[in-house]
């Protein structure tokens, strides 16, 4: 999906110019197109007229919190969003993602890493339509018919964990927070009840892993969420 | 409209204080009887022995055995707390030692005789405030009463025996009483008691038994007794309807008033309201209507205690001024929503009621409209006539009655020398004129003289036949009386418009002073302020010193004089100003605790809070009248009220500064953050993409030491600064060590990392990113002190027992020493300083993120050899997830 003659474009808004250089130099080196703004305002300029495929955002901007030019962005746009952020931002880290961004890297960063998951974006943006089924490891998923088997053996689950499993796998690679799950599933009320979520997500895994203890599939986001990966 | 089978919401709120006020205050029981000897005091300390077989933790505070020895027997056994000794009169005298009891906090106390009067120089003047004392410090009470010492009956049982009782307990103090025993004997056999001597010893037994003791009156203060008794069981009845709802009785919401005067006969009308408010369970207002009429020192003492007796018995007390006392207690009462009105039956003259338009009664029965009137009659007239009550009313000074006299003399003198041009009728309108005008400078007593001293000189003087008292025309003789009525009403008129006058400037002035006091806290800057202004007040309103007492800002509970004071208060005042501070109630002189003390003390109450006292001391002579001490409460109010806006002002104060300062650590923390991890994080990134080498290598080490140095620098910033916010949420401990695990990678590849995670975990409430950190970098250190070939266990646990749940790493290592392991968790201690880099920060931030949880860290090592670092955190249960 890389290929000519028009290689998707990625938007670096960052106030750290050496940031920006390291971000284009690898970007570039993968086959993206770069643009850069080095902070808030300019980055929504440059969002809305040049319209690239996907933004790289710093929350931490001179001008405007990242927080900020997220929320702004997502009054008008849908493109995706990978929040850079520093250990210890946690809490603005949960925010931007409830906004509405699409996944997060905390610094440093491993080039591969990034790139990674930058393509897992893209990828979903051109992969919106409806999937009928999906299969993971030696599990089988049938959304038309809501059954589930593992290793050929239909399991039964109960609504909220089947809730649960579709929620993510449809969303499979990004960061679901807790909050978003508590929402959808149990409704508004229940956004700060995050045990229901714990003890969900042992039921899931252990009819769905093979070693409940290490998932594989259903990983924990320490302290923000939960995200499908079949890597 | 109210609904009648709704439950009254005040009656409601008051069961629910009656609740809140128990749940703290001790239990009162009282033994109550008919008269001395039906074993009140037997009956009490059987259950105190009882008590005591019981295991509880009593004490005998106080017993009067009356030498009776039966009594006395009684007492072996139980642990006695001794008198305190008190000087008087050249005698010592035991009395109830209340600070031994309160310091010896026992939960149950014995304490005998609750009307009885305390040697002066006691606390309090009577042994039941002592005891409503050790009750509010949460101590238990039993207690013996005799009905002749309530309140209320005392005037009854006057009657019955003809003794007069000296020794009263408030009603409500009964009233309050958690449980009542009544100690019951027939008359025979409470006289057959007597006659054995089993009461009084000696001679003194056959005098009360033809005295107080006799059968008639025994029957009629047992029936008395018994009756009191069962009005209690009927209220206790009506307050278990009310706490259980049973059948909610709609009511009436009755309230009664009293109107109280400068009479001995209104402390009769204030007990019998008293005590049909208690039969209909009703609030009740004594008022007092301060009419133009100026009263007499005596009078003025006997209101104040007619007021003080209406306030000890549980009213509100209202004092207005008014000329006319029909229309101001209906007034009054239509503003208060009263539905009966209590006033003693008129003893005034019949022609004088004429006159007003019928007696009081008459007046407030005609314009009462809906409320009822209780018309009670009074008792016989004691004496003092209306002649010497008007006299007395106008004590003047001599000064003025020589005034008068001169004035008289020198008007005589001038009479004489201008009768010939004038004529003799002239002169007595220059005579009515000068004591007209007289009336304005001089009080009552001198104008009534003035007056009868020129109507005897101008008929003796001038009158033909002169310089005899004879009057011989029948004009003149008219004349002479006209002159005398017209001398006689103009005295008065003018003398009562002056007192009028002085009343209305008194009052004027308490009105301003308490404006202005207002005014000036309103506008004061600080506390300081309020206080001077009060202090200065004070003194010109009373001519009396205030002193100012708040709390301690370094011990709590102890109270520091304020530097605005007016007057040095000593040791023994500052223990009475702390007495009112902690019970919330004024002591000191005018009252009946601590009475001795030279100032007059008001607690500083703003709302529940009390934030003080103040202390106010008068000349030595001063009185406390009703008007005052209500003035001085709201000054008390007042000053509360500043005390507390200036203590929350601090508190704001003091809050925002420590906001500002943390934000301006905040800033610098996340500033100092992004400039070192912003090169950290081009060089590993930068890193990462160069094609791998040896020296690559050494840079991508290089890097996360760095990395992790810069990480663990932060991290013990934070915990030092106490600017670790927790964002706590339900953590499984399971995903807590594996992200940990994957977060040390770099660190322990190539090594046998396990995990042992039992299923079913409970899940712990932590800061996910804090204790992850905690469990990297215990990992971290298990992987720098042990040979690259030891294995490292990670797991995880719960004991239910110690309420923990607990998560170890363990190496099968060297293990630690033992010298080390107190010192481990230090910060920048090293283990073994010689081999390994590390600042010696990483178990000290474990050990502070575990603590900032409410947890711990242990290390030791295991039985089977290596070291094992385990972190603790409390165990709590989350809300039960709701079922499908």
């Not at chain 1, 599990?139 to 239909?154: L, N, Q, Y």
């Not at chain 2, 025979?188 to 008639?216: C, H, M, P």
């Not at chain 2, 109450?605 to 003035?631: D, F, H, I, Y």
Request: glycine share 8%.
């Amino acid at each position: 999906m890389t290929t000519a003659p028009f290689p998707p474009e990625v938007l670096v808004i960052d106030d750290e110019v050496q940031i920006r250089r390291l971000l284009r130099l690898t970007l570039e080196g993968a086959g993206f197109r770069v643009r850069e703004a080095e902070d808030g305002n300019l980055g929504l300029v440059e969002a809305a007229t040049k319209r690239p495929d996907a933004i790289i955002l710093d929350l931490g901007l001179p001008d405007l919190p990242g927080i900020e030019v997220l929320k702004r962005l997502r009054e008008w746009s849908r493109l995706p969003v990978l929040i850079l952020s520093v250990r210890g931002q946690e809490a603005d880290k949960i925010e931007a993602l409830d906004a509405g961004a699409d996944d997060f890297l905390s610094k440093p960063f491993g080039g591969g890493e990034l790139l990674a998951r930058l393509r897992a974006m893209l990828r979903r943006v051109q992969t919106r339509e409806e999937e009928s089924g999906v299969s993971f490891g030696d599990v089988e998923i049938d959304f038309a018919r809501r059954v589930v088997m593992k290793a050929g053996t239909a399991v039964k689950l109960t609504p909220k964990e089947y809730g649960l499993l579709r929620l993510l796998v449809l969303h499979r690679g990004r960061v679901i927070t807790h909050r978003q799950i508590l929402r959808e599933l149990w409704g508004p009320k229940a956004e700060e009840q995050t045990q229901y979520l714990r003890v969900y997500m042992t039921h899931l895994r252990q009819k769905l892993e093979n070693d409940p203890t290490q998932p594989k599939f259903f990983r924990t986001e320490s302290g923000i969420g939960y995200r499908f990966s079949e890597e | 409209m109210s609904d009648p089978t709704r439950p009254d919401p005040d009656a409601l709120l008051a069961s629910i204080r009656r609740s809140e006020a128990k749940d703290t205050r001790g239990r009162l029981k009282v033994f109550f009887g008919m008269a001395p000897g039906v074993g009140k005091t037997y009956a009490m300390l059987e259950a105190a022995r009882k008590a005591h077989a019981e295991g509880r933790d009593i004490v005998v505070a106080l017993v009067e055995t009356h030498g009776r020895e039966e009594t006395q027997r009684l007492l072996e056994g139980l642990p006695v707390i001794p008198r305190a000794m008190i000087a008087y009169r050249g005698t010592q005298l035991g009395e109830l030692d209340l600070e031994a009891v309160l310091a010896r906090r026992p939960r149950l106390v014995v304490v005998d005789e609750l009307a009885h009067t305390n040697v002066p120089g006691s606390r309090h003047v009577k042994r039941w405030q002592d005891v409503e004392e050790l009750l509010a410090a949460g101590i238990d009470v039993i207690t013996t009463l005799n009905v002749q010492h309530l309140e209320s009956r005392a005037d009854t049982v006057r009657q019955i025996t003809g003794v007069a009782v000296r020794e009263t307990v408030p009603d409500s103090m009964i009233e309050a009483a958690d449980e009542i025993q009544l100690v019951d004997l027939t008359p025979a056999q409470l006289r057959e008691r007597i006659t054995e001597g089993k009461v009084y010893l000696g001679d003194r037994a056959a005098a009360a038994a033809d005295n107080f003791f006799k059968a008639s009156n025994l029957t009629a203060l047992r029936e008395l007794a018994l009756r009191l008794t069962a009005e209690r069981v009927d209220k206790q009845l009506r307050d278990l309807r009310e706490d259980r709802q049973i059948s909610a009785i709609w009511r009436s919401g009755e309230r009664l008033l009293v109107a109280v005067g400068a009479s001995p006969f209104s402390t009769r009308l204030i007990r019998w309201t008293r005590r049909m408010a208690y039969a209909l369970d009703a609030p009740w207002i004594a008022v007092n209507v301060e009419t133009p009429a100026p009263l007499t020192p005596e009078e003025r003492k006997l209101l104040e205690e007619n007021l003080a007796l209406a306030r000890e018995l549980n009213a509100e007390i209202v004092v207005v001024p008014d000329r006319d006392v029909a229309g101001t207690l209906v007034r009054v009462a239509q503003q208060h929503n009263v539905s009966q009105i209590v006033i003693g039956k008129s003893r005034g003259s019949p022609v004088l009621d004429f006159l007003r338009g019928g007696s009081l009664a008459d007046r407030l029965i005609r314009r009462s409209g809906q409320i009822d009137v209780y018309v009670v009659p009074a008792e016989p007239r004691t004496g003092r006539s209306r002649w010497r009550e008007w006299t007395a009313s106008s004590a003047s000074q001599p000064r003025e009655y020589v005034t008068a006299l001169l004035t008289v003399f020198g008007l005589t003198l001038a009479g004489l020398a201008v009768q010939g041009w004038t004529g003799y009728t002239a002169i007595s309108l220059f005579y009515l004129t000068a004591v007209v005008l007289l009336g304005l400078f001089v009080g009552q007593g001198p104008i009534l003289l003035a007056a009868t001293l020129s109507a005897l000189a101008w008929n003796f003087l001038f009158i033909p036949p002169i310089l005899t008292f004879r009057i011989d025309k029948f004009e003149d003789g008219l004349m002479f009386g006209i002159f005398f009525v017209i001398a006689l009403v103009t005295g008065r008129l003018t003398g009562r418009l002056r007192a009028q006058e002085r009343d209305q400037r008194q009052r004027e002035q308490r009105a301003t002073a308490l404006y202005q006091l207002t005014r000036a806290v309103a506008v004061a800057r600080s506390a300081d302020e309020v206080l001077r202004n009060a202090a200065a007040q004070v003194q010109e309103l009373f001519g009396a010193r205030l002193a100012i007492f708040t709390v301690d800002p370094a011990q709590p509970g102890r109270l520091v004089l304020h530097p605005a004071a007016t007057y040095l208060a000593n040791e023994k005042e500052q223990g009475v100003a702390t007495w009112t501070y902690r019970n919330h109630r004024a002591a000191g002189r005018f009252t009946d605790t601590l009475p001795a003390a030279e100032g007059f003390y008001l607690p500083l109450l703003a709302g529940e809070n009390c934030v003080g006292a103040m202390g106010v001391k008068p000349p030595a002579e001063g009185t406390l009248p009703v008007s005052q001490r209500g003035l001085l409460e709201s000054f008390a109010t007042q000053i509360a009220l500043a005390l507390d806006r200036e203590r929350l002002r601090a508190t704001e104060e003091a809050a925002r500064l420590s906001q500002e300062s943390e934000k301006l650590h905040r800033t610098l923390l996340d500033g100092v953050s992004h400039e070192l991890k912003t090169p950290l994080t081009v060089i590993a990134s930068a890193a990462e993409n160069l094609a791998d080498g040896p020296l690559v290598a050494e840079i991508r080490t290089a890097t996360q030491r760095l990395q992790r140095l810069v990480n663990n620098l932060l991290d013990m910033t934070r915990l030092e600064s106490g600017m670790l916010r927790l964002r706590r949420d339900w953590c499984d401990p399971a995903d807590l060590i594996n992200a940990a695990r994957e977060a040390t990678a770099d660190a322990w590849r190539g090594r046998d990392v396990r995990t042992e995670l039992p299923a079913g975990l409970p899940l712990v409430r932590a800061d996910a990113g804090l204790i992850q950190q905690a469990l990297a970098n215990l990992i971290h250190n298990a992987c720098v002190h042990t040979p690259s070939t030891a294995a490292i266990t990670l797991s995880a646990g719960a004991d239910e027992a110690s309420h923990q749940v607990w998560m170890r790493v363990a190496d099968n290592g060297p293990g630690l020493r033992t010298d080390q392991q107190g010192r481990l968790f230090d910060k920048f201690f090293r283990g073994d300083p010689g081999r390994t880099g590390g600042l010696g920060l990483g178990l000290s931030i474990a050990r502070g993120f575990a603590e900032a949880h409410g947890g711990h860290v242990e290390a030791n090592n295991q039985p089977a050899g290596g070291a094992r670092f385990t972190i603790f955190l409390p165990l709590e249960h989350p809300a039960s997830v709701p079922p499908e």
